[in-house]
């Protein structure tokens, strides 16, 4: 067992080399009281003075304990005080939580962190997760079948600036520098509670895996971690290079072309499908090898059209593309709308980025030139022909018109087969009618018994406009 002096060395030694902390830094310090936590506060405290460090100590009362969790708070207070550092609480109460109690405490710390970190002037919050912490993550994944993100572990450093000095460190070697300095610390009684699974593992499937197969075990898992690592710092460079070609955001969701996937080694397409997955859902929590496998199934199927779920989320495939956004109720209730259609005027399509404009242009007795834009963009209707006043809605089942230039009226629905549009962009396909009729209708175009005409005197313009929601000045006619 190594001295407690050396240990100090080599935690300093750890967060060189990891750059935790600049010269300045405020440093909010994790201490719920346990031996990890109280050992992190007293090394950094005889370290602070290498980095210029200002030291404050932040502690979660989770009252899952009763009269046991308030202790806790009051030990951390006191100790706090006894070294003159400031001291912030949280208090959350979860006794009455009816899901998972670990990941519930886990989310609640890390949201007062985040609060602490994003209001000034703490930059980095350090944690007491040590080597053996480490170990028992990575052992815990693998047996949940994680690949080599989830191998890498605890993070020395996360983008949101959490930070672990005590992760090379085991726990053993924490015990004996709080022993050794006469340091008092307090027990956890939910530690030894065989009810969680990493009790389980840390009291039960480690050791003895340590005494049957390697007793060098816990040392091996912190190194696939570490390795993993660094294999997830090389593909977080490659997928921050792959994503902005072709993950392409639309509303509420991220569009991606199978033929991509298709493309790329496979190594890369599981990755970018995280990616994609990570994006709408905002983590990868419950995200498993078999969701990634079958989103790539997906995207290889011969089939027309697709759709599978995952943990907070709702993938579909639709001719060349993916869609990957979040469960929604879709039914009629939701899909359909319907506006009046005042000229001018603004109107919004529910769940797009399209705006529908219109505008009456009176043309010179001398023009002869239509008004219709490239690729249906902007098309003119012959204003004389308009009877009544018009409705902007969503397409229907049973639709049907004649499109200019076609002969006899088409069902809508043929047009998006033979367009190979979307599944999702039909679900709010904007349809202007005029009574019964129908005007005109997006992509497709104007209905030729509409349609604007060279002699036509005064037209309709109907233009399409994409918004990017929040500079959005539109203005529904509901």
Known sequence: MREGGNLVDRIARTIARHGMFEAGDTVGLAVSGGADSVCLLHVLRELASRWDLRLQVLHVNHHLRGAESDADAEFVRAIASGFGLPFAIREVDLTGCAGNLEQAARQARLAFFAEVIGGGPVRRVATGHTRSDQAETVLFRFLRGAGSAGLAGIRPVTREGIVRPLLEVDRAEVLEFLRRRDISWRDDSTNLSLEFTRNRIRHELLPQLTRDWSPALTQTLAQTAEWALAEEAYWEAEIDRLAPVHLMPGPGCILLKTSALKE??????????????????????????????????????????????????????????????????????????????????????????????????????????????????????????????????????????????????????????????PLWERRHWPVLTDGSSIVWTRRFGPAAQFAEEPESPVVLKIREMRVVPEQSGVYNSE
């Open 264 to 421: 790329l080694p496979s190594a890369a397409a599981r990755r970018l499908v995280r990616r994609a997955m990570g994006r709408v859902k905002g983590d990868l929590r419950g995200i498993e090898f078999v969701h990634v496998q079958a989103v790539l199934e997906l995207a290889d199927s011969t089939e027309g059209h697709g759709r599978l779920q995952a943990p907070g989320l709702d993938i579909m495939r639709s001719f060349d593309w993916l869609r990957f956004g979040r469960p929604t109720l879709n039914g009629p209730a939701t899909r359909n709308y319907g506006y009046p259609a005042p000229v001018p005027g603004v109107i919004r399509i529910p769940g797009t980025e399209l705006e529908i404009c219109l505008e009456l242009v009176e043309k010179p007795e001398t023009s002869r030139t239509p008004i219709s834009g490239y690729n249906n963009m902007m098309v003119g209707v012959d204003w004389q022909r308009v009877s009544g006043p018009l409705e902007l809605r969503n397409w229907r089942p049973g639709d049907q018109y004649q499109p200019r230039g076609t002969v006899g009226a088409e069902k809508i629905k043929t047009l998006f087969q033979e367009f190979r549009i």
